[in-house]
């Protein structure tokens, strides 16, 4: 025990005494999920459309009208081609197109149906498919407009009325559901970058050598070497939960001492895995190689950013055996949902299990002789 | 020039020999590109729900099946009450529950009008907003066989063209945007950490009193990198254009040399960070910690830029990757010829000429 | 076994694939000796000296250190040894007393007894004013020493030097040799290799590697009188090149 002290005494001494590092490792997570918890949101308003109208009537006014007045689109140029109007796509100018062909209005009066082009700039095909639903839906509203206001009294039809609701986040925030998800990502990187760096620096600089001739004991040197984190790794996730629930007002629905229960055993995952790394390479560069190979596939697969549940059945696989996927729903669900031990208690196992089997290797991988 | 181009030599076969790191320099990327490329997307495929049926009459069994067999949902429970959509929620799994009210069936013949709710787990906002568009336009669609043969109102028809991605695939937004994260991490951690490495070996001192210029070291150090993270790019390239069939609609030649200038900014990223960074572990901290998630979030690679507040939207333009992500998508998705991105290219070639004169200046400073 | 001996060696060889670092080296040490390892670069001395700290498994032979296999007991061993490598051992982002409590801490020594040892030891080595400074502000000679007396923190029964006054200066030297007497008169056995061979002339008795084989071992005295000649030196070079002497 005494010897664990003394070790985790040494790293405390070490990481403080490296002034460039304390702002890396205090500020910059709290700032960044300050920040980017903002930018992060799939959320489409102020769309920029274009007109191309070729039929200037009282109709084809009202429409566009329509669009105007809507929250979700700004108008942005009005031409009379195509072609020119879809310069503004090449130069993110514009993301729709509105084209009214001549005969609008003439067709509708005398067929009863006329056509609207809309051109959707689809290279984000998510937010092609938000911009169809909204236009579509103006449309529509407006088709039911002229109906009433006609006096055409359509054939009895029937009518099926969707009603529906957003449960755990009624306003659709989408900070609600960042937050707690670059949190996670944050005490990840952090957990797993300073200690897959931390024995290679020894080996680096050659203290290792010193180290490995004392009589201390594998399993007393790697718990002094990785303790320092866990308290970062967790003192940080405290601050950002209590900084998610004032500032971003972020419900916390569940238990917070579930949430640090899940937490300080995830951390021996994360530290686990950096230990792992830093055993098995021979330079800092090479260690942290690997450590960013793994933490970009583990957040990038682990639905942080993208939901698990859009991916192929294979990576969903992968995503259960992925730490950082298993922390980030609980997480979630804990929060928003109020999800309760029970429902989180698979993770826990896996995080349980996990946990031992990483340290073990890192363990078994370290040697003090060769 | 002789003793440059050995210097050169003798940086590249540093990196060479480390055949670890080159395994993962190389293998890397590719592995990235091809994971993310499959597994990356917002497209919703057998997202399971849950059904509370009080009515179990055809109308409800024919709705059902219609949404089942779309390819969009799939079928996890069947509820018997109220009580039991909390529960369900909560255990994580489900996204949508859609409840028919009792006599839903009836309804419809009796008063031509009924009833259904469709609740989702807004928790993520995004996916929750798609279930209920698709579940309710499936719907719609219902609603209107059941009011087939019937004389339908007069009616405006839109027609959607999407252009540049027709099938609206994910992959088409996410390959440009993953190329330039990985480019830029890649480049910007390799030589802050190599040159920092020489500093804390003390073995900068030694490359500095020999005849080659500061200059000339820190060029040596990078032009290895520079040619291994264009190889790193034609890689992807060939990947998209083959395994994912995103194509390259515009100008090779232009696009090729697009990506040497991001990656000459990168990598003059990386020498600001080590002419700033103590050690190793700093630089690795600021060219990973500090550049990691900043770099996914505000460079439009996944979140449209356009949709964050003013404040953010003017900080994404600090972020290198936007500018390339934008000049990418041109040429890659829709063909455009320079005159479209001289801007773009411009801002790269200022942060990049702004890098290096800050890292000179850090330099000096640290000579004297 | 002879309990005589602290060391002993028989037949210790290490192979790095088909390179014989250490070829059959066989030598004992009694216990208070200052026993000097010497020869060129790449003799092997200090893979020897790493087989017998535990740092590195031998190919084959057998080896006793303070009583311990260097096979099996290799953390037995690591307890009774003090060990300074030629690689700078102390950091050099702590300061002088945490570095010194650090190593105590390590070998087991209780915080009465760090703190005692640490005031002895900012006494012995007059650092009184640099005691909280960090060790990268200090000159080569006062780490070296430092790096010395750490190594030796928990009164080890052995200590093992691993070319430990490279690059300092002819005074500071001297120094570092009387604290190695010192330390030997207290009944410590030193195990020191290198290549200064007027240092070579302080050891008890001196073992010359050449390519991996021990190729003389006896007090300096008598190997100078074996070879004929009057410095260390010269027995040096008519051993390491046998071939310009025939």
Known sequence: MRTILVILKKEFLQIFRNRAMIP????????????LSNAATYEIKNIKFNVVDLDQSHFSRELISKFTASNYFTLN??????????????????????????????????????????????????????INNYATNIVRQYNSEIITKSSIVPEKTALINVEFM???????????????????????????????????????????????????????FIIGKLMPFWFIGIGELIFGLTLGFFVFNVPLLGSPFLILLLASVYMFVVLGIGLLISTVTHTQQQAMFIAWFFMVLFMLMGGIFTPVESMPDWAQTIAYFNPVAQFNRAMRMIMLKGSQLKDVLPALYFFVIFSVVIMTLAVWRYRKSE | MNRFL????????????????????????????????????????????????????????????????????????????????EPAFRKGIIKEVIIFEPDFGKNIERTGTANVQIVADASDPNFANMLIGYTSSIIMDYQAELSKGKTLPPMINPEIKMRFNPNLKSVFMFVPGLMSVILLLVSALMTSISITKEKELGTMEILLVSPLNPFQIIVGKVIPYLLLALVNSAAVLILSKYVFEVPTVGSLPLLIAE?????????????????????????MMISLGALMLPTIILSGYIFPVENMPLPLQLLSNTIPAKWFIRIVKGIMLKGVTFSYIWQETLILAGMTVFFITVSIKKFKIRLE | MDDKYIITVKDLTKKFGSFIAVDKISFEVPAGEIFGFLGANGAGKTTAMRMLCGLSIPSSGTATVAGFDVYKQTEQIKKNIGYMSQKFSLYEDLTVKENIDFYGGVYGLSKEKRKEKTEFL????KIEDAKNKLIKSLPLGWKQKLAFSIAIIHEPKIVFLDEPTGGVDPITRRQFWDMIYEAADRNVTVFVTTHYMDEAEYCSRISMMVDGRIAALDTPGNLKKQFGVETMHEVFVKLARPQSNE
Request: hydrophobic share 45%; aromatic share 12%; charged share 20%.
């Open chain 1, 166 to 220: 957003n449960w755990y986040n009624p306003e659709l925030d989408y900070k609600t559901y960042m937050v707690p998800g670059i949190l996670v990502a944050l005490v990840t990187m952090i957990g797993s970058f300073l200690s897959g760096m931390n024995i290679v620096k020894e080996k680096e600089i050659g203290t290792i050598e010193q180290l490995n001739v004392t009589p201390i004991k594998k399993y007393q």
């Open chain 3, 122 to 125: 900012i006494d012995l080595l």
């Open chain 2, 259 to 283: 990506c040497t200038l991001f990656l000459v900014t990168a990598l003059s990223l990386g020498i600001l960070i080590s002419t700033v960074s103590n050690n190793q572990q700093t630089a």
């Open chain 1, 24 to 35: 890396l490792i205090f500020f910059m997570p709290i700032f960044q999920l300050l920040i």
């Open chain 1, 77 to 130: 140029e009005v031409s009379f081609s195509v072609e020119n109007s879809e310069e503004s796509f090449k130069k993110y100018e514009a993301r729709l197109i509105i084209y009214i062909p001549k005969d609008f209005e003439k067709d509708f009066r005398t067929n009863g149906k006329s056509e609207v082009q809309f051109l959707i700039n689809a290279e984000d095909g998510s937010a092609a498919g938000i």
């Open chain 2, 6 to 85: 050995n210097f050169v030599w003798k940086e590249f076969l540093h990196i060479v020999r480390d055949y670890r790191t080159l395994l993962i320099l190389f293998g890397m990327p590719i592995a990235q590109v091809l994971l993310f490329g499959f597994a990356i997307t917002n497209e919703i495929k057998d997202a399971k729900i849950a059904i509370l049926d009080f009515a179990k009459d055809n109308n409800t069994q024919e709705i059902s099946n219609k949404l089942l067999s779309s390819g969009y949902f799939l079928l996890y429970e069947n509820l018997q009450s109220q009580n039991d959509i």
